[in-house]
């Protein structure tokens, strides 16, 4: 390498399904919904990340909102290149350079993925410049961003709701020992949501106001200890087709993500059970550790402890523990040489 060192640029990707962080410098550089609207015609992006996300659900029909990644695999190949090259070029400390550097990149990827959808990943990252490309998996890079040594024979318990999957994993001696990665997260609970109010209220409301109720009053369970405030939710009538708004409380939420939880619920179950005695053991000593976005959904780690009996955490800044992992196996790479994937 030598003299090429000094042009090669470090840059971690968290390539979620529903943001994408980028870590340069030891600094989240780009923190952005994996969104990008395209001009139907001319087939160009107009606008990737945030400004994208305005645009959602407000579109006319020359212009198409597109989320590139799905259930946190790639599923418009196209989309999710230009998407990444934008936000490349974005890196504030690249856009003084006169000509696109070198990259040395180590991108995360879900567990459950599949040799097919590992080498799109791979792809995009060498078009985009990417000379070097490493893969982690997701529960490793959350782990390492919780700051927990992995390379210990100690087992730790990884559960990270993003937005398109939950990975769920034992962790020991820098490998995974058993995992499971359900397609139910953030989007899934949006959907939820959505669904409920139109059910319970006739009331049409789209993703983003959806995503916004999640935030804002989402819940795990119907008795919250600090419950949030009602909130107004507004949106289309279905009866009359007139816009109108109804007061929601977190309560209603609860009733209306309750399968879903269920469901992730019983996959911790599930991964547990597959657990061999001795990780288990130490689990029972350490507990589980919850990242990801979904993990800030209010009374999710109460109900978690109480179905699983073991004490949950949630990390610090879960949305961010993937990328942070991710920057930390960057740096250390010959440290954590045996758990990239080349």
Known sequence: MGFFDFLTEEIA??????????????????DSPSI???????????AVGKEANMM?????????????????VIADFDASEKMLMMFIKNIPALKKKWFPPALRLVICIP??????????????????????????????????GIGLDIMQPKGNMIVDIGGGTTEIAVIALGGIVCDKSVKIAGDVFTNDIIYYMRTQHNLYVGETTAEAIKIEIGSATEDLQSPPDEKSVQGRDLLTGKPKQVQISYREIAKALDKSILRVEDAVMETLSQ?????????YNTGIYLAGGGSMLRGLDRRLSQKTDLPVYIAEDPLRAVVRGTGIALKNLERYKSILIK
Do not use: C, F
């Not at 459950?112 to 990943?121: D, F, H, N, P, S």
């Not at 657990?275 to 689990?283: K, S």
């Open 13 to 30: 990707i968290d390539l979620g399904t529903a943001n994408t962080l980028i870590i340069h410098n030891d600094k989240v550089v780009v």
């Open 36 to 46: 990008v609207a395209r001009d139907r015609i001319s087939g160009k992006i107009i």
């Open 56 to 72: 959602q659900g407000k579109t006319h029909e020359n212009i198409k909102t597109i989320r590139p990644l799905k259930d946190g």
């Open 111 to 144: 567990s459950g993925i599949t040799e097919v959808e590992m080498r799109a990943v791979k792809e995009s990252a060498e078009r985009v410049n990417g000379k070097e490309v490493y893969l982690i998996h997701e529960p490793m890079a959350a782990a390492i």
């Open 275 to 283: 657990t061999p005695p001795e990780l288990a053991a130490d689990i």
